[in-house]
């Protein structure tokens, strides 16, 4: 009797303990992650699933109360998610959203506006964001949707070696259009091409090539105003005569810039020493060249920074400028946990855990580009293209928009269709469709 009585207070114990610490999880605040990173695409995903994996570790250690549960969804498709869940009554907390597509989650209101708990941060803390290009992308009007965990830009990047051979200084990191186009003539020869470029059918079209282009003649591709796109203005007109000219006038662009993917004109010719220079060089590709040797103690960045066969100009336009986006980090409308669920984002920006975040590109933080290790030149011209770096039109039907001006690009590129028609055409009928939104 007496053993049975000790089994029993046994059992009742251990279902106490049990009960206790069920309900000791029932008493954590559960909030979900959204995010994109597969650790089976590839070993840069896994690196940054990696980075996720500690995050959440180290935050969940500091803060007991809170647990965070990942959410995975594709990378291409997390700003759709977020607004058909939305839609759906599905409820996130925490996710990654893109700059591009910020006018169409400011007109469902998928996500919250987060203006109240950044007033509560230091004026050094909203400086350290604020000035990036991509802090305006998630702004309207006073409220806030959305923090840069990074900046990805764009820049021309050069061969220096062959700079030197024709007697022009590779390390200015500034130069002209008519500069960029006497220099690609010269170094236009035995099987090189002296512009790497992409003029295909994506959104690099109107983000890398277009955009800056029209921006260069002080045009714009759509009027925040009207909601109109004004793409085929007599700015727009000469953008697009420009890139056409360095095909057919000043063939120092390859005609084939008009197929394949954005890589394909721009990454690999100059990485296979087929260009000798390459538009719209991006900085997630900054790596690459320190890994083929073309850069040496650059990236990571380092006090010893120096360039080699490889060097980097601001993108040769008046405006000096290039599209500019990185992934933004965003609180979901449906959160039942708003607080805790910025107090995890304020935790990811912490200045050491976006410097080991992979996909965050370069540094978020202004504070990060005093450090000793971004004073090379290099990396200040960098900096100067991710300060001109501008974004895309903030309408809804921003990939509409895209579509549309790349799908003109190849009819004038490819089919040597008239310019000025063209544009017209494709103008009038994305206004036919979806001006005013």
């Known amino acids: 009797m007496k053993r049975v009585f000790l089994v029993m207070l046994g059992l009742v114990m251990v279902a106490g303990i049990l009960f206790a610490g069920a309900q000791g999880e029932a008493a954590k605040v559960h909030i979900k992650w959204a995010h994109y990173f597969d650790p089976l695409q590839s070993p840069a995903a896994q690196a940054n699933a990696n980075w996720l994996k500690k995050v959440i570790a180290d935050f969940e250690k500091e803060n007991p109360n809170i647990k965070v549960d990942p959410e995975l969804f594709q990378w291409d498709q997390i700003d759709n998610r977020s607004i058909l869940d939305f839609q759906a009554g599905v409820k996130h907390d925490v996710i990654f959203g893109s700059p591009q597509l910020m006018a169409k989650h400011f007109s469902i209101g998928d ?20 000035w990036s290009p991509v802090w305006a992308s998630a702004k309207n009007g006073d409220k806030q949707y959305g923090i840069p965990t990074g900046v990805h830009t764009r820049a021309l990047v050069v061969r220096r070696d062959l700079f030197k051979q024709i007697g022009v200084d590779p390390d200015k990191g500034e130069m002209s259009w008519d500069d960029m186009v006497e220099i690609a003539q010269k170094l236009t020869k035995d099987g090189m091409y002296g512009l790497g470029n992409f003029f295909g059918a994506s959104r690099a079209t109107i983000e890398l090539v277009f955009g800056p282009l029209i921006w260069h003649f002080g045009g714009e591709l759509w009027d925040p105003q009207t909601k109109k796109a004004t793409f085929a203005s007599t700015a727009g007109v000469q953008a697009v ?37 390459a538009w719209g060089w991006g900085s997630y590709w900054i790596q690459a060249l320190e890994d083929k040797g073309m850069i040496k103690s650059c990236f990571p960045p380092s006090k010893d ?35 805790e669920s910025f107090k995890l984002i304020e935790y990811v920006l912490k200045a050491d855990n976006l410097a080991v975040f992979g996909d965050a590109g370069i540094p978020a933080r202004l504070s990060t580009w005093s450090k000793p290790e971004m004073q090379s030149a290099f990396w200040q011209t960098w900096l100067t293209a991710a300060k001109n770096g501008r974004g895309m039109p903030a309408t809804v039907y921003y990939p509409e928009l895209a579509d549309a001006i790349s799908a003109a690009f190849q009819q004038i590129i490819a089919n040597n269709a008239p310019i000025a028609e063209t544009l017209q055409k494709a103008e009038d009928e994305w206004n036919g469709k979806y001006a005013g939104k």
């Open 111 to 130: 996500y919250l506006d987060i203006a109240p708990y950044i007033a509560k941060w230091s004026d050094a803390e909203k400086k350290d964001f604020s």
């Open 241 to 277: 005569q420009l890139a056409y000219d360095t095909v057919f006038k000043y063939k120092i662009t390859p005609e084939s810039a008009v197929g394949g993917a954005y890589e394909d004109g721009v990454f690999k010719p100059f990485m296979e020493g087929k260009a000798a220079m």
């Open 305 to 339: 920074c120096t360039p080699g066969t490889a060097g980097v100009f601001v993108t040769p336009t008046k405006p000096k400028a290039q599209f500019t986006n990185a992934w933004t980090i965003s609180v979901h409308k449906l959160s039942e946990h708003p607080a």
